[in-house]
């Protein structure tokens, strides 16, 4: 018998890979969740499959998403960055992942040093710590931006952060699981209640 996935997911394998064992599991590491922001940022106007099928690409051209690295990018990187077929070829969202890892830089610290944040801490603190759990049956019911991803964005902008806007930030807080919008009647549903 076929398992029963949410509406958005379409037939493509990398698709159908991505909503079963990654979309909505619970994120706590700081780098894995920074990575996923910024992947998330370079979706805007674009269908995510297209971000997904550049994954690995972005991920060999920044770095790792290594906010330490990234931070110290300059022009001449960013004009090698855009010659790079692998990526989204936009000056805008290319420099906003070097924003995103200066904005890390001077705000958060893994070990929890100079400036005594943990970014997954941070992050996480919008929803108490915990997954909201919500209980739609029909995508029309799941919204684009709420209370939480608007406080988010406007706590990431303050920062130095971009492209985080509230409706990036609820795509983001999905894929991490901050929020479990898989429909009720999905496979997974129970899977990220876990």
Known sequence: MDKKR???VGDDQ???DYHDDVWGQPV???LELFAKLCLEGQQAGLSWITI???QKTYEAAFSNFDPEVIAKFDDTKVEELLLDKGIVRNRLKVNSIIKNARGYMANFSDTKGEQGNDFSEFLWSFVGG???VNHFTEMKQIP???TESEAMSKALKKLGFNFVGPTICYAFM???GMVNDHATYCFCYDKCNK
Do not use: H, M, N
Request: glycine share 4%; charged share 20%.
């Open 6 to 8: 949410c509406g958005w």
């Open 28 to 30: 706590f590491d700081s």
């Open 14 to 16: 990398i698709y159908l």
């Open 52 to 54: 997904l099928k550049k």
């Open 130 to 132: 915990k997954p909201i």
């Open 174 to 176: 999905q894929a991490v």
């Open 144 to 146: 684009v931006q709420t």
